[in-house]
């Protein structure tokens, strides 16, 4: 199976409970293997190896979507971990069906290693509280925080002793996996992070290098406005709840009201500029809210610098005014 797993740190969006499964397929594990592949079943995940059945479809899991890449296959190394849900409790198994975790808590997040993919560390819950496990299934504090954030690092960078961001009330601490600490502060690093997209039971928030919850770990969806990580706090987001999607940044709170079907923001001579869907169909916004078109296009996104919209086989290119152009094919 191929060596590989997928790093997605600029666009995170989760939909529910569980990560969405749709309908019974099979996703080929990696290039040109057919008799490996990704059970959906019934809206459980499971897994065949060069054709035997590993984990049976029963399962629910969380973000399979960041083990799939552009070619819609699932890409992770032998002997992966992967955090499973059944009947209410949570444990880790790997791909071959091995129970590395048993199925005793409320709750698991993982932290994979690469490029191996095994399970380095796990936030595991009880009764409301949270304690971090090592690679080897030993708790190494106890049931005293409130949620498990994962490592506090760019996602696309690998690190060396990269602090667990551990909820405690209503800040974060950053635990030393070496000295066993918790830390205020995330120590500055060659690829450091100012805030970082967290996750916990398939909620999105967003935290700082100082331990401040800047969006609470609550949103369905948070997306970058950009193709860029989100290493800054000042960088605008895409946030999405219950269905319903706006603008927010830092300091500034949702600069586009989160009342649409979806969002996007870009920049136009310099200034930005949104675009927004409802009924299905995208109108231009202002920098103020205020619509520049009618909802009346089927696809219309701001990049480079440039507005590109479609209706139908037509497509135009916009000006910041609204004004649209053709394009002779």
């Known amino acids: 199976m191929k060596n590989l797993i997928l790093n997605i740190a600029f666009c995170l969006c989760l939909t529910n409970a569980f990560c969405q499964l749709g309908p019974d397929r099979t996703i080929p594990c990696g290039e040109q293997n057919d008799d490996s592949y990704v059970i959906i079943k019934n809206g459980k995940f499971g897994i065949t190896i060069q054709g035997k059945e590993t984990i049976s479809p029963i399962y629910n899991i969380e973000q ?26 949570w444990g880790v198994m790997d791909n071959h069906g091995q129970i590395l975790v048993p199925f005793e808590y409320d709750y698991i997040h993982i932290e994979r ?121 000042s960088t605008p987001l895409i946030v999405g709840k219950d269905g319903k999607f706006g603008i927010w940044q830092f300091g500034r709170g949702l600069i586009l009201p989160m009342q649409y079907e979806n969002a996007t923001m870009g920049f136009v001579d310099g200034s930005p500029m949104f675009t927004a869907c409802e009924n299905k169909k995208w109108a231009l916004l202002d920098v103020t809210g205020k619509k520049v078109t009618e909802f009346e296009y089927d696809n219309l996104k701001i990049g480079y610098g440039e507005i590109d919209g479609s209706i139908g086989n037509k497509d135009f290119t916009l000006t910041r005014d609204g004004k649209a152009t053709l394009i002779k094919r």
Request: hydrophobic share 35%; aromatic share 12%.
């Open 113 to 233: 290693s690469y490029p191996l993919d095994r399970m380095e560390y796990a936030g595991v819950d009880k009764n409301g509280k949270t304690a971090i496990m090592d690679s080897k299934g030993k708790l190494t504090t106890g049931f005293v925080y409130d949620a498990f954030y994962g490592y506090y690092q760019n996602d696309g960078m690998i690190t060396q002793n990269p602090k667990l961001a551990m909820k405690m009330g209503d800040h974060v601490v950053f635990y030393d996996p070496i000295t066993t600490v918790n830390l205020a502060n995330s120590p500055l690093q060659e690829f450091g992070v100012e805030s970082k997209i967290v996750y916990n039971k398939n909620k999105l928030g967003v935290i700082s290098e100082n331990g401040d919850i800047i969006l609470p770990v609550e949103y369905d969806a948070i997306r970058n406005t950009g193709q860029t990580v989100f290493e800054n706090r």
């Open 64 to 89: 399979l979507d960041l083990m799939i890449e552009m070619d819609g296959n699932a890409y992770f190394s032998d002997s992966a971990a992967f955090p499973l849900e059944l009947n209410g409790k």
